[in-house]
């Protein structure tokens, strides 16, 4: 019954609980899964596909897997990506290299190498930056610019600079190029590692947190 844009708060708030309360894990990992399998609408089954990830359990995490494998759909494909990053699930990782290389639906390669961020894996710097250099979308190359953001590593410093500082290519990526050089400077601006890490307290105020609740 809610609008589109309040869905994903909904779900995201429901997977809290989740985690909050193990006794409720269950309940709300099936229902979130039922709605990310056959929900009523596009918005519905992506706001629960990426909710399944901060549920956190091994039947959230199964079904996800499931989508990311084979759903039709596949801006589902790329949230349940998201979900499993969000999880920690390593085991995705050449998979998501893969589709950002070769995957021809643009969409999903942006997801793909969004979720690589969430992963903040050091590993994945060079691979990222060969990523980079072989895109040929502006949106996909903002994403994998602000992934290496996500990640910290300070490797990156110099190739994100000269990306921001290029007055050639898109005002787009070289936001996303700034942004990431600030999530280098500042932990809490990475935004999904810091906000949905166990142990995080949702009730303080951080840079990271105010920046999140404005974007969604």
Excluded: C
């Excluded at 990506?81 to 021809?104: H, M, N």
């Excluded at 949106?139 to 590593?153: K, N, R, W």
């Excluded at 290029?166 to 050089?181: D, V």
């Amino acid at each position: 019954t809610s609008q589109a844009l309040d869905r994903p708060f909904f779900a995201i708030a429901a997977a809290l609980f989740g985690r909050a309360h193990p006794a409720a894990a269950a309940g709300v990992s099936r229902a979130l899964a039922a709605v990310a399998e056959d929900g009523a609408s596009r918005e519905d089954r992506l706001s629960a596909t990426v909710a399944l990830g901060l549920v956190r359990n091994a039947y959230a995490m199964g079904v996800a897997r499931r989508l990311f494998a084979g759903d039709k759909d596949a801006m589902v494909q790329g949230y349940a990506a998201e979900a499993l990053a969000l999880y920690g699930d390593a085991t995705v990782k050449d998979r998501l290299l893969a589709i950002v290389r070769d995957e021809p639906q643009e969409w999903v390669r942006y997801q793909a190498a969004q979720a690589l961020g969430v992963l903040a894996d050091p590993a994945l710097i060079a691979p990222l930056v060969d990523a980079m250099a072989a895109s040929k979308s502006a949106a996909v190359t903002a994403a994998l610019a602000a992934a290496l953001g996500e990640i910290g590593d300070k490797d990156a410093i110099p190739l994100l600079f000269a990306l921001a500082r290029a007055k050639g290519r898109s005002q787009t990526l070289r936001e996303r190029a700034l942004g990431a050089l600030g999530r280098l400077a500042e932990e809490d601006l990475r935004t999904w590692p810091s906000i949905y890490r166990d142990g995080f307290n949702f009730t303080a105020s951080t840079p990271g947190l105010d920046i999140a609740t404005r974007i969604y």
